[in-house]
């Protein structure tokens, strides 16, 4: 059965919490007879197919950044360029309209993003070249297109979910719209992959507390999992905006939308409880690992990468990896916001910069949205983006 490693060799989860691991066996073994994701209700489909259709009707979505990336990449005449994250197109597409001759190389891991890679592919006969896998699959992926490493101009990895993914209520990524509890960005690629039901309806409570804290950080992980545990012993939660109302259960009314997001708008109590099953079920924070790791191996000495992420723990993985920190096993201490492990089982402080062996930093500080930006696209509010040169 294909699914990632977070549950059993995740340090940091198994670390919190010894639970996981035995919550990995067990769920292991009862996953095929539960297929929760399989037995959702079919009939409940129809009204979010129709919401997909209209979607996809849509004007495109404004890239995150654009301006910044574009600026930062610095893609010149007949270079190669590797968009590691393609999901509507909206940079590549300005790349392809900018820069004459360009080659781009468009990975996605989700079937419906690479059909639309395609589709530009006709329109720009021999520049776009779309490529479906996973992060961690890009090696081989550019191996078999005889693309040698160090031979990449610039890359762009735009991190976590796309619009059209959280805009397709049957893929399950948005509490505010119904659809089943899937949230897995492969599509129907690996039928076998557990989705965001199997996790909610499967996993004990400790082990639901500890992915709710690790990939949300998520202060009333412990309640939320409480909560969890209690709906399902009465009915199997599939739905997307049955868990959005179980986690609200938990809460006093008053505080269903006392968050606030970076504009100060409410932001509903679920929002982190679907961060951290996203993450999880998607293994998003070992695949960013695996796409830095690429990216690294892929550019050319002098290549530029611009990594765009959505939330601290994206953004601290990123930040580490370009000051060469090691995260072969990504543990608490890589996640915690000040402090890093030397790999010796020592802590040292984050400000200690000392100079990478493989990046040159573009700006120091990282680089996030300008205030009108954020009007055009408030999807993008909390979008951070580093760029740094390949030495």
Same mark, same amino acid.
């Given at each position: ?5 977070s ?47 209209l ?20 893609i ?7 968009d ?22 468009a ?53 976590g ?74 009915n ?35 929002? $982190? ?7 999880? &079920?998607? !293994? ?5 690992? +695996?796409? @830095? /790791? #690429? %990216? ?33 096993n ?34 120091? $500080?990282?680089i ?5 930006? &954020?009007? !055009? ?5 909390s +979008?951070? @983006? /580093? #760029? %740094?040169?390949?030495?």
């Amino acid at each position: 059965m294909i699914f990632h490693t977070s549950l059993r060799a995740n340090p940091m989860l198994r670390k919190s919490n010894l639970a996981l691991s035995r919550a990995w066996r067990s769920w292991k073994s009862r996953l095929h007879s539960s297929a929760v994701c399989a037995s959702s209700d079919p009939g409940s489909l129809d009204g979010s197919e129709e919401q997909s259709s209209l979607s996809h009707e849509k004007a495109p979505h404004t890239p995150v950044m654009l301006k910044e990336v574009l600026h930062y990449l610095d893609i010149q005449r007949g270079q190669v360029v590797l968009d590691m994250t393609f999901g509507g197109g909206g940079h590549t597409k300005a790349i392809l309209n900018m820069v004459p001759e360009v080659t781009v190389l468009a990975l996605d891991r989700d079937p419906n993003a690479i059909s639309l890679a395609e589709q530009l592919a006709e329109e720009h006969s021999g520049r776009v070249k779309p490529l479906l896998g996973r992060f961690s699959e890009l090696e081989a992926l550019l191996s078999d297109m005889n693309i040698k490493p160090g031979s990449i101009d610039a890359a762009l990895l735009d991190a976590g979910c796309s619009s059209m993914q959280m805009d397709q209520a049957e893929r399950g990524f948005a509490l505010s719209k119904d659809g089943p509890l899937d949230m897995r960005m492969d599509g129907e690629r690996y039928p076998d992959m557990p989705c965001a039901a199997d996790v909610v309806n499967t996993l004990d409570q400790q082990a639901l507390a500890s992915i709710l804290t690790a990939y949300g950080e998520e202060r009333h992980a412990r309640k939320i999992a409480s909560a969890i545990v209690e709906a399902r012993r009465v009915n199997p939660i599939t739905r997307t905006q049955q868990l959005a109302s179980v986690v609200a259960g938990s809460f006093p009314a008053a505080v269903l939308y006392a968050r606030k997001d970076r504009l100060h708008r409410p932001a509903h109590v679920a929002t $982190k409880t679907f961060q951290a099953l996203r993450i999880l &079920v998607n !293994d998003e924070m070992n695949e960013l690992h +695996a796409g @830095l /790791r #690429a %990216a690294r191996t892929a550019l050319r000495p002098g290549g530029r990468l611009c990594v765009i992420t959505f939330h601290s723990l994206e953004d601290r993985l990123v930040k580490r990896f370009l000051r060469d920190a090691d995260l072969s096993n990504l543990d608490q201490y890589h996640f915690s916001p000040r402090k890093q492990s030397t790999g010796k089982g020592k802590l040292v402080d984050e400000k200690r910069d000392g100079g990478s062996l493989y990046w040159l930093p573009l700006r120091r $500080k990282v680089i996030i949205p300008e205030k009108e930006d &954020v009007k !055009d696209n408030p999807r993008g509010r909390s +979008a951070k @983006l /580093r #760029a %740094a040169l390949r030495r």
